[in-house]
């Protein structure tokens, strides 16, 4: 079954840059794009970006640019994203969530990242 | 705000019918993906369009749209139905993802 395992939490101090690891199994890792989402605390889902295995291309939401980085290691079926210049606004749960081809949502999630910007 | 809106709060009384709806201009030209989250749980996909259900997910809950407005009707509601839901589908440009704010729904 598709199954995306995420990395533990975090604690990160201002300024800082953080990365986010999830591992998938289950499916064609180079066959379906991947979203990252994250939740600040008691708020909505915001989506951050989608990034493909295949061609290592990405899109941003223009809120990340430049701050923000979608990777892979196509040896272990892992995606990353690295933030970079950290906040406290950047406190946030992470999520990772496989593109559904078909209807271009996401369909499968990972189960979280909790990373934690304080100093 | 979000490009998608939606009330963020809704009730129904246990056993009966509730629409949760998501509207916004590019929901004219895409459709919209809906996701249920429980308290410390990661977002579960419940429906896509016009009522396209994932696996597993129970046929209590349906799918519709129209113009600008994309629906999630949950009929029969049971105490397990209590959580957030939240739209997704495609900003005005067509380019980037989108979310809507949210509905708590809350089961009487």
């Known amino acids: 079954q598709v199954l995306l395992v995420q990395s533990g939490a975090e604690v990160k101090k201002p300024g800082a840059s953080v990365k986010v690891s999830c591992k998938t199994s289950?499916?064609?890792?180079?066959?379906?794009?991947m979203h990252w989402v994250r939740q600040a605390p008691g708020q909505g889902l915001e989506w951050m970006g989608i990034?493909?295995?295949?061609?290592?291309?990405?899109t941003y939401a223009q809120k990340f640019l430049g701050r923000v980085s979608m990777t892979r290691d196509t040896s272990t079926n892992t995606v990353f994203l690295e933030v970079s210049g950290l906040t406290s606004e950047d406190t946030a749960m992470y999520f990772c969530?496989?593109?559904?081809?078909?209807?271009?949502?996401?369909?499968?999630w990972g189960q979280g990242t909790l990373i934690i910007v304080s100093s | 705000s979000s490009e998608l809106a939606q009330d963020p709060t809704v009730s129904v009384t246990l056993g009966q019918t509730v629409r949760i709806t998501c509207q916004g201009d590019?929901?004219?030209?895409?459709?919209a993906s809906w996701y249920q989250q429980k308290p410390g749980q990661a977002p579960v996909f419940v429906m896509y369009?016009?009522?396209i259900r994932p696996p597993g997910i129970s046929d209590r809950f349906s799918g519709s749209s129209s113009g600008n407005t994309a629906s999630l009707t949950i009929t029969g509601a049971q105490a397990e139905d209590e959580a957030d839901y939240y739209c997704?589908?495609?900003?005005?440009?067509?380019?980037?993802?989108?979310f809507g704010g949210g509905t708590k729904l809350t089961v009487l």
């Open positions: 997704h589908s495609r900003d005005s440009s067509g380019h980037y993802g989108v």
């Open positions: 590019s929901l004219r030209s895409h459709d």
């Open positions: 369009g016009k009522n």
């Open positions: 289950g499916y064609s890792f180079t066959s379906y794009q």
């Open positions: 990034f493909n295995p295949s061609g290592d291309t990405t």
């Open positions: 969530a496989k593109d559904d081809v078909l209807t271009g949502a996401p369909d499968y």
